[in-house]
T-cell receptor, first 110, second 114 residues
């Protein structure tokens, strides 16, 4: 059973546009991570958020953990072709299990 | 700096055949994981090993077995492969025990079952 739903599933935008990806669940997580995956490679960690309401910024990427620790968002400002990839959220429910979301495939056109 | 190494990278099996996917990490991590990735499904956890000597089922364990051979190695076995097991398999490891540490992934093993 997939506990984390991401939206949108696919996103194709022009360079310079802004976008937001959502990660939603009915379950509470002790922390939540975002990964980016490029073709032929494994996912690579972008950020971990652990406190409800926490906001973290990584250059043009802004990550937010919901107050109730059930959801998260990733906002990209002025997207660039190098941002193209599969974005995955992963929730940790307090054990060693990492539960991944369904993924958002982003394509940024030059 | 190898990180997480998976073998083989590609494999084609016939229905009913068996095979083992190997995974090794050189980061002295305690926890290791096997995921499968299918289109539109993200990554689904098959089995994990929180520490050497322990293994636990994930979301989709049916049809698979695992062995935590030592701290470095965690293998995934398909005893009787089925077409539904066609997928890309990822091994991952993590070094932290309490809060979610970073997962380090291998490059994946692409398995096709005919």
């Amino acid at each position: 059973t997939q506990l984390l739903e991401q939206s949108p599933q696919f996103l194709s935008i022009q360079e310079g546009e802004n976008l937001t990806v959502y990660c939603n669940s009915s379950s509470v997580f002790s922390s939540l991570q975002w990964y980016r995956q490029e073709p032929g490679e494994g996912p690579v960690l972008l950020v971990t958020v652990v406190t409800g309401g926490e906001v973290k910024k990584l250059k043009r990427l802004t990550f937010q953990f919901g107050d109730a620790r059930k959801d998260s968002s990733l906002h990209i400002t002025a997207a660039q072709p190098g941002d193209t990839g599969l974005y995955l959220c992963a929730g940790v429910p307090g054990t060693y299990k990492y539960i991944f979301g369904t993924g958002t495939r982003l394509k940024v056109l030059a | 700096n190898a990180g997480v190494t998976q073998t083989p990278k590609f494999q084609v099996l016939k229905t009913g055949q068996s095979m083992t996917l190997q995974c090794a990490q050189d980061m002295n991590h305690n926890s290791m994981y096997w995921y499968r990735q299918d289109p539109g499904m993200g990554l689904r956890l098959i089995y994990y090993s929180a520490s050497e000597g322990t293994t636990d089922k994930g979301e989709v364990p049916n049809g698979y077995n695992v062995s935590r051979l030592n701290k470095r190695e965690f293998s995934l076995r398909l005893e009787s492969a089925a077409p539904s097991q066609t997928s890309v398999y990822f091994c991952a490891s993590s070094g932290q025990n309490i809060y979610a540490g970073e997962l380090f992934f291998g490059e994946g093993s692409r398995l096709t079952v005919l």
